[in-house]
């Protein structure tokens, strides 16, 4: 990426970090409950891209609004995430120890604190939109509402259902493939992209033009991620490489082959930057969709 919107980056991180951790202090009324806020705020500060939340404020910022007025549905949609990565990581679904180079939740607690923990920030997102007054009545609800399908059976949850069905067949073929990343991974990037739109108040041809953004990255996201499974390594991905093929999963990798995974990830990606094409100030998240394409973790 440009050095400039390297920078912009980083500081949208450092807003994101910051409005989580103001998001759930450290309160002496909860002092009993404090091992499971321990444990949201151990996932939540793993790291990784925030590509969600950035997402939500570099849309609303493009589409003419105050950054500050995403800054709730941003850390929202970063607790949603990763109330799903724990839960990915529990043994009863991928069974991973590590996450982002260091132990998952259930390892560095116990495997009770991180369905807890997972299951609260799933609850809590919801409320630190609800609560944000500097947006109407009609966008909080709309905002929650959005990410409440996004993040359920018809979206992220219904994909991982899908995912977890597939280890089971041998006859996974592309279009159930597209329809499970379409909600596992494309879901709540396509809500990201939707919920920065509304926190600006756009009309909603604009939304629905940064839905298709979201639906190509999601897609382009996913397929990367399936090659990485197979090219990368434990010490660079920060979490185990194989697992897909030791769970039996057919992936983009697996189907397509590495080279068709990779032009088609490429394809998707130049769909997504002539979207961003009709949005005015649009320099910054082409250049970080061009990165995700090329990314190494």
Partial sequence: MKEIHIEQIKKDIEIIEDA???????????????????????????GGKRIRP???MEFCRMCGGRPEDAVSAAAAIEMIHTFSLIHDDLPAMDDDDYRRGRKSCHREFDEATAILAGDALSIHAFSVIAKDKRLSLDKRVKLMEILAECAGYKGMIGGQIIDMENEKRDDVDIENLRAMCAGKTGALIRCACRMGCIAAGVDEDIVAKADRYGSCVGLAFQIIDDVLDVTSTTE????????????????????LGIEKADALAAKLTEEAIGILGQFEGHEFLKDLTQDLLVRIK
């Fill in 236 to 255: 660079v991905l920060g979490k185990p490489v194989g697992s897909d093929a030791a769970s039996n999963k057919t992936t983009f990798a697996t189907l």
């Fill in 54 to 56: 950035v997402l939500v």
């Fill in 20 to 46: 989580i951790r103001e998001f759930i202090p450290c309160e002496e009324s909860i002092v009993r409950q404090k091992r499971v806020r321990d444990a949201m705020l151990y996932s939540l500060e793993a």
